[in-house]
């Protein structure tokens, strides 16, 4: 670790960090979510924490466990994560979304469990707010914003798209479907573009593929 940056490279910088999935109530008992695990943004918090900067992470339901010392908020829903990164965002000097935010929310949630009737069901979802687009569109105190792009083809092209589109000044794309990478894996690769450039981080473990990012 020292081998990429200096202790106290951060210090004095608050670093903020969405991790896992989102959840989204269909009825009390079911939910549409995702297959992300929490991984890569816990083991980003725990890479930005190693710089000295103070690190806030907005958790949706996730296993993994964070060091002493890290800011926890945790949500279940789209939602409630955007307002709760809305709450705390002021003072943050860095955004990274690592979460695998719900794009769509069903539109209605049923007070009561959806009882089996016919032979086919249908949802109707409305899209839920984009996080990292809402924080990357702040006019005050916006922070140095990083997204992901979770990409099962056409990466670079659809990442830089996202990139430009969102206004975001750094992305780590992912392949997602493959296996040993990405969503509920222990390993992950990235590319990563900014404005004018690009970096490959190589197939490691997340800790480590974390620890270049924050590099
Ligand atoms: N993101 C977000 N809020 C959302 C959806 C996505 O903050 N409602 C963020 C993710 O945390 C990630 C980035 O946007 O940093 C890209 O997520 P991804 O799912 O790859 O892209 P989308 O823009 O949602 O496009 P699509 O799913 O159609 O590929
Ligand atoms: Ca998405």
């Not at 990429?4 to 608050?14: D, F, I, K, V, W």
């Not at 297959?35 to 930005?48: D, N, P, V, Y």
């Not at 222990?186 to 690009?198: I, Y």
């Amino acid at each position: 670790l020292s081998e990429l940056y200096s202790p106290g490279a951060l210090q004095g910088c608050t670093v903020m960090i969405t991790a896992g999935p989102t959840r989204e109530a269909i009825d009390p008992v079911r939910f549409i979510s995702n297959r992300s695990s929490g991984k890569m943004g816990f083991e980003l918090a725990a890479a930005a924490q190693k710089t000295g900067a103070r690190v806030i992470v907005i958790a949706g339901p996730s296993g993994e466990f964070l060091a002493a010392g890290i800011e926890r908020w945790d949500v279940e829903t789209a939602q409630q994560m955007y307002e709760t990164v809305m709450q705390h965002i002021e003072d943050c000097d860095i955004f990274i979304g690592a979460a695998a935010v719900a794009d769509y929310r069903p539109a209605t949630r049923s007070a009561e469990k959806i009882k089996k009737k016919e032979t086919a069901l249908t949802l109707r979802l409305v899209r839920n707010p984009d996080i990292v687009q809402a924080v990357a569109a702040l006019d005050q105190g916006r922070p140095f914003t990083v997204g992901f792009a979770a990409e099962t083809h056409r990466l670079k092209e659809h990442a830089e798209h996202k990139r430009c589109h969102k206004q975001l000044d750094m992305i780590a794309a992912n392949w997602v479907g493959r296996p040993g990478l990405g969503f509920d894996s222990t390993s992950n690769a990235l590319e990563v573009f900014w404005e004018g450039g690009h970096v490959s981080i190589a197939q490691a473990t997340k800790a480590q593929v974390a620890r270049h990012l924050i590099e």
